[in-house]
């Protein structure tokens, strides 16, 4: 995964997809809000795709069931920390990763 943003590790990107999806790239979650989480980095549709749901946006241009495929949830996610709040757009990074997360490439040789 390449660096969407300066400062944004591969290691952020690790935490962030554990705490948010626990790796699944089927994961969904509703929201109290009406808004549903999708795939691995559980990317919001009130902001970012289309559902036909309580869409306001669609800032990866894109519909949601789209997200559940890696690829495109990884071009999504770039997209999303471009923003200005950047990677703390994600509650579950902003709770349980910020921090050194050094131990997330152990045996990575990276």
């Not at 990074?93 to 131990?103: F, G, I, K």
């Amino acid at each position: 995964m390449a660096t969407a943003k300066p400062g944004v590790s591969l290691a952020d990107w690790v935490c962030l997809i554990e705490n948010e999806s626990g790796y699944n790239t089927r994961a969904t979650n509703k929201n109290k809000d009406g808004s549903t989480d999708y795939g691995l980095f559980q990317i919001n549709s009130k902001y970012w795709c289309l559902d036909g749901g309580v869409s306001r946006a669609n800032g990866c241009n894109i519909n949601c069931q789209e997200l559940f495929k890696p690829g495109v949830a990884i071009s999504c996610a770039k997209r999303v920390v471009r923003d200005p709040n950047g990677i703390r757009a994600w509650v579950g990074w902003v709770t349980r990763c910020n921090r050194d997360l050094s131990h997330f490439l152990d045996g990575c040789g990276v």
